[in-house]
């Protein structure tokens, strides 16, 4: 009986037989596109991201002693990102994973540009300190700096350089 789920094997299928098919090829006309192989890889790796084999992989090996820095390694991942993956119940996974899932639809992926004064970094790059020593002058009252929070929640550092 294979461990992983009827999904799973599937795709795994479909990418080996792309690959057979990729291998055996005498000429392009019979040969697997580009796209088409780029698409069963992407499947494949999809597939195995949602496969349950690895959460019960992760169980099996904490019921067994196993640390959560020994999982991370065998998953290629830190222990935290190990832990925030496979932690818990399923219910407790699940609730992590649709709150991930929903700041992502929600938040656009870039800092916007249009914030007043600079970011910590470009007031340390202007004044040629590090960013440890803008916040120093900010508490020391030096620098005058605020916090700009968007509709979204998302939070930024400004710093208003005396010229500015």
Same mark, same amino acid.
């Given at each position: 009986?294979?461990?992983?789920?009827?999904? #799973?094997?599937?795709?795994?299928?479909?990418?080996?037989? @792309?690959? *057979? @098919?990729?291998?055996?090829?005498?000429?392009?006309? #019979?040969? *697997?596109?580009?796209?088409?192989?780029? &698409?069963? =890889?992407?499947?494949?790796?999809?597939?195995?991201?949602?496969?349950?084999?690895? @959460?019960?992989?992760?169980? %099996?090996?904490?019921?067994?002693?196993?640390? $959560?820095?020994?999982?991370?390694?065998?998953?290629? @991942?830190? *222990?935290?990102?190990?832990?925030?993956? $496979?932690?818990?119940?399923?219910? /407790? =996974?699940?609730? &992590?994973?649709?709150?991930? &899932?929903?700041?992502?639809?929600?938040?656009?992926?870039?800092?916007? #540009?249009?914030?007043?004064?600079?970011?910590?970094?470009?007031?340390?790059?202007?004044?040629?300190?590090?960013?440890?020593? =803008?916040?120093?002058?900010? #508490?020391?009252?030096?620098?005058? *700096?605020?916090?700009? /929070?968007?509709?979204?929640?998302?939070?930024?550092?400004?710093?208003?350089?005396? %010229? %500015?």
């Amino acid at each position: 009986m294979s461990f992983l789920s009827a999904e #799973t094997a599937r795709a795994l299928a479909e990418l080996v037989g @792309l690959d *057979a @098919l990729h291998g055996d090829a005498a000429d392009d006309e #019979t040969d *697997a596109s580009p796209l088409e192989r780029l &698409r069963g =890889i992407r499947s494949l790796v999809a597939a195995l991201e949602a496969d349950p084999a690895s @959460l019960s992989a992760v169980r %099996e090996a904490l019921d067994a002693g196993r640390t $959560w820095d020994e999982i991370a390694d065998a998953a290629g @991942l830190s *222990a935290s990102a190990a832990k925030y993956r $496979w932690a818990g119940d399923d219910a /407790e =996974i699940e609730a &992590r994973h649709e709150a991930s &899932r929903k700041r992502k639809r929600e938040r656009p992926s870039s800092v916007p #540009t249009e914030l007043p004064g600079r970011s910590v970094s470009e007031a340390a790059a202007k004044l040629g300190v590090t960013p440890q020593a =803008i916040y120093q002058r900010v #508490t020391r009252g030096l620098l005058r *700096a605020e916090t700009v /929070e968007l509709a979204d929640g998302r939070k930024y550092k400004r710093v208003f350089l005396p %010229e %500015e």
